[in-house]
């Protein structure tokens, strides 16, 4: 098992279950750069002051809020459940037997579903910086390292699949992170990351801003055991509303060298980012 996950759960963080052996040992010193930074957002005032403050905040809120997440997301997930997931990834081409690296695994909500998809021949490993989150995955046979997309924890041409499950808010740099997917994918490999969008029409917007800004925190302050909880769902629509609009991301994911470049959106704001990485198919 790497170090970086062996500290985890040494510290009681991460659960020691039964783990594949993960080849992914090569952790980059620094983040990967294309050129200028791309952060997903302006800075969030009212939740931290600048970009060091950002990350303790990030992974304070998801560490302390993670045992409520998967009860959360059922309640309120608008849609984007277990089924809406499976779908995504079968629309992306995630074949059998594919080796897939899932980053911002969380809880394990979009791993579940590859795994239904890529079956015993395939192989898991999970990435994501907050312990407790991945303390909360029971997924078997999956392996788990703590890391973040701008500096993956994998070496080179290492899996066919890069699923990333609406973590794209919460990056530092998208241009870093994309230029990672990139560069741990094999040629011919692709890319899904599913993202909420800000809707562009006017009422669907107001209607969306109104479940996530008023229903979301108030049903999670009743369902939710941590009190954190309804500041994370609060954060959670203030990220999608300062997004980068979607026309950005397809232009940084180009930039980092991919190729069949697409945006499918259903409902107005489920975002689903395809790309693929020139050179021999793997289907
Ligand atoms: C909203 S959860 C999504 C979990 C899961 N993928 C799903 O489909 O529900 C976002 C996850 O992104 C992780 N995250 C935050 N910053 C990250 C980064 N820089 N790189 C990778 N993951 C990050 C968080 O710790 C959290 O577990």
Redesign the pocket.
């Known amino acids: 098992m790497p170090a970086a996950m062996l500290a985890a759960v040494a510290d009681g963080t991460v659960p020691a279950a039964p783990k594949i052996a993960c080849p992914m040992t090569q952790a980059p010193e620094t983040d990967s750069t294309n050129g200028d930074p791309l952060p997903p957002h302006a800075p969030l005032t009212a939740y931290y002051a600048d970009e060091q403050e950002r990350h303790r905040f ?2 304070r809120i ?1 560490d302390e809020t ?1 045992s409520d ?1 998967d009860r959360i ?1 059922k309640v309120l997930a608008l849609g ?1 459940g277990a089924w809406y ?1 499976g779908r995504a990834l079968r629309r992306a081409r995630l074949k059998p037997g594919a080796e897939v690296l ?10 579940r579903q590859v795994l239904k998809i890529i079956g015993p021949g395939g192989r898991l490993v999970g ?4 312990p407790g ?2 303390g909360q995955v029971q997924l078997p046979g999956v392996a788990l390292l703590s ?4 500096a993956l924890p994998c070496p080179d041409a290492s899996c066919d699949f890069v699923s ?4 794209l808010r ?3 740099d998208l241009s870093a ?1 994309f230029a990672e997917f990139h560069r741990v994918l094999r040629p011919g490999g692709r890319l899904l990351m ?1 993202e909420i969008t800000r809707p562009a029409r006017p009422w669907a917007l107001f209607a969306l801003k109104a479940y996530m800004r008023a229903v979301v925190p108030a049903v999670a302050a009743v369902v939710a055991r941590q009190r954190k909880t309804s500041e994370l769902w609060r954060y ?1 629509w203030d990220t999608i509303e300062a997004c980068v609009p979607p026309e950005a991301v397809l232009a940084a994911l180009r930039e980092a060298g991919f190729r069949r470049v697409r945006r499918y959106v259903e409902l107005g704001t489920f975002s689903e980012y395809t790309a693929f990485k020139p050179g021999a198919s793997i289907t």
């Open positions: 990030l992974r998801f993670a997440y997301e984007s997931r899932d980053v911002g695994i969380g809880t394990g909500l979009l791993a990435v994501d910086p907050s989150m991945m890391g973040r997309a701008e990333m499950g609406y973590a919460h990056l530092a992170a599913l959670y």
